[in-house]
C-alpha cells in the first residue's frame, strides 16, 4: 500500500512538473524557435542575463519533454557562447536529461514509458535493448537515425544498471553534438575549401540519411539480432 502510495505521489509530481514546462516553453514561444538555429539563438539571447542558465534548462526540458533535436539548440548555442560552453552546457544537460527520463521509467514502469514510446517503437526496440544491452545502446547513440531520448526511457525498463547506462551516455552520446556545436560556433575557423568540403559532404550524409537511414536502422538491428 505504501509503494502504490509512493508510485501515485511520483506520477502526480512528474505530470505536474511535466505539465508546467511545457507551459513555460509554450508560452515563452520555445516551440515556434525551434524550427531553426537562428531563432532559437533569439530565444536564449532574450534571457539575458541568464542566457547560459536558459540555455541549460532549454537543452534539458528538450530531453525529456519536447520532440527537439538537441542539434538544433546546440548549434543556437555555439553560434552566442562559442564552441566549448555550448558543448560542455549541451552535454551535461543531455546526460541530465538522459539520466531522469531512464530512472522515471525505472520507477513509474511501462505506464510512463507508455505515455511517449509509440507501441510500434517499443516492440521493434525493448527486446533488442535487453537482449544486447550496452553494444545496441552505444551504437544506437552513435548513429543519428536512432531515435536516442526514447530509447533511453525504454532502457529503463531493462535490468541494466542505471550506472552503466550513464556511462554509455556520457561516452557515446556527446559526438553529434559536438558536430553540432562546431557548425553553429563562429571560433572555429575554416578555409573556404574546407566549408566547400563539409558542406558537400553533410549535405551528401543528409540525403543519405533521408533516403537510406531506415535500412540502416533495420541492417544495424539484423546484425544484432543474430
Known amino acids: ?29 520555445f516551440f515556434e524557435a525551434a524550427g531553426s538555429p537562428e531563432r532559437m539563438g533569439e530565444y536564449i539571447a532574450r534571457c539575458a542575463p541568464w542566457s547560459h542558465l536558459a540555455y541549460f534548462g532549454v537543452q534539458l526540458v528538450s530531453v525529456v519533454v519536447a520532440p527537439i533535436p538537441s542539434n538544433i539548440t546546440a548549434a543556437a548555442g555555439a553560434y552566442l557562447f562559442g564552441l566549448w560552453p555550448s558543448f560542455l552546457l549541451t552535454w551535461a544537460a543531455v546526460a541530465a536529461g538522459s539520466a531522469i527520463v531512464f530512472l522515471l521509467a525505472r520507477a513509474l514502469g511501462r505506464s510512463f514509458a507508455d505515455k511517449f514510446v509509440s507501441e510500434k517503437l517499443s516492440e521493434k526496440y525493448l527486446e533488442l535493448i535487453r537482449r544486447k544491452r550496452d553494444v545496441f545502446l552505444a551504437l544506437a547513440f552513435l548513429f543519428p537515425f536512432f531515435p536516442d531520448d526514447l530509447l533511453c526511457i525504454l532502457a529503463g525498463l531493462t535490468d541494466i544498471s542505471f550506472r552503466r547506462f550513464f556511462l554509455l551516455v556520457v561516452l557515446t552520446r556527446p559526438w553529434g553534438l559536438l558536430v553540432a556545436c562546431m557548425v553553429g560556433s563562429a571560433t572555429v575557423s575554416i578555409p573556404l575549401w574546407g566549408m566547400v568540403l563539409l558542406g558537400v559532404g553533410g549535405l551528401a550524409l543528409f540525403l543519405l540519411a533521408m533516403k537510406y537511414g531506415d535500412k540502416l536502422e533495420d541492417a544495424v538491428i539484423q546484425r544484432l539480432k543474430r
Open 1 to 29: 500500500m505504501e509503494r502504490k502510495a509512493s508510485k501515485i505521489f511520483l506520477w502526480a509530481l512528474t505530470i505536474a512538473i511535466l505539465g508546467g514546462c511545457v507551459w513555460a516553453l509554450y508560452a515563452t514561444g
